[in-house]
């Protein structure tokens, strides 16, 4: 089995997050490819489908929202998970924060299995203005999580096993 694992990234903390779940993933023994959402043009060779998305003002990266708008039928006929990141404080890892309304409309209409916010990573040097402004108001830092990754992308093989 080969697990798609697609991330829409500016800065490239989403990308480390990706790399994160398609590494737990193959600990597990399932074949997986990682990608930028906008390089993938077809997701039918693989038999299972992870996205990712940073959040930016409430709303996931434009390239994963392409990416499963451009392969919708196809993403509908495999398993399905979905992943965003962005909180750049602790709330990602003291609750669960559920997916924003554009993210839940697609597990909706895509029948995804699940989803989870990571906590986000902003440090000098990102691009944008807006990520200057909480730069400059000394609110960056990295809130990843990479044990609750691993454990979610654990959660995600287990199902894939026993397909």
């Not at 480390?16 to 930028?36: F, K, M, N, Q, Y």
């Not at 392969?71 to 003291?94: I, K, M």
């Not at 597990?107 to 691009?127: D, I, Q, Y």
Request: aromatic letters at 6%; proline letters at 3%; hydrophobic letters at 40%.
């Amino acid at each position: 089995m080969t697990v798609l694992v697609a991330y829409g990234t500016t800065n490239g903390s989403t990308a480390r997050i990706a790399d994160a779940v398609a590494a737990a993933l193959r600990e597990r023994g399932l074949g997986t490819e990682t990608r930028p959402a906008r390089s993938v043009t077809d997701v039918t060779r693989y038999e299972a489908v992870v996205v990712g998305g940073a959040l930016y003002a409430g709303r996931w990266h434009r390239d994963a929202r392409r990416l499963v708008r451009r392969h919708r039928r196809a993403l509908a006929q495999r398993p399905l998970w979905l992943f965003s990141s962005g909180p750049l404080d602790a709330s990602a890892t003291e609750r669960d924060i559920p997916p924003v309304r554009g993210v839940r409309r697609t597990m909706t209409s895509l029948n995804a299995r699940g989803h989870v916010t990571f906590g986000g990573c902003l440090e000098e040097g990102a691009r944008g203005w807006i990520a200057g402004r909480i730069l400059a108001a000394g609110k960056g830092g990295d809130f990843r999580d990479f044990d609750a990754v691993e454990e979610w992308a654990g959660r995600i093989a287990g199902e894939l096993k026993k397909r």
